[in-house]
């Protein structure tokens, strides 16, 4: 299954827990130090869920396509 991520920048407080969590889907964009998803889709995984569940500033937000 298909999931697309959308994570609102202005909220990200550049923690880095969702690229710990969920490296494979997040990164740290140099330009702008947020995370941002490494592909407009990607693979919905259990550790996806759980680095938007663990994102202190909640604003992952995972759509299943
Ligand atoms: S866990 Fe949330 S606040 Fe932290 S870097 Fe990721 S998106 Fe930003």
Do not use: G
């Amino acid at each position: 299954m298909n999931c697309r991520v959308n994570i609102d920048t202005y909220r990200c407080n550049s923690c880095e827990t969702c690229v710990i969590i969920c490296p494979e889907v997040f990164r740290m964009s140099p330009a702008l130090e947020k995370a941002e998803p490494t592909s407009d889709t990607v693979k919905c995984s259990e550790s996806l869920d759980r680095a938007a569940a663990m994102c202190p500033e909640k604003c992952i937000e995972i759509e299943t396509l």
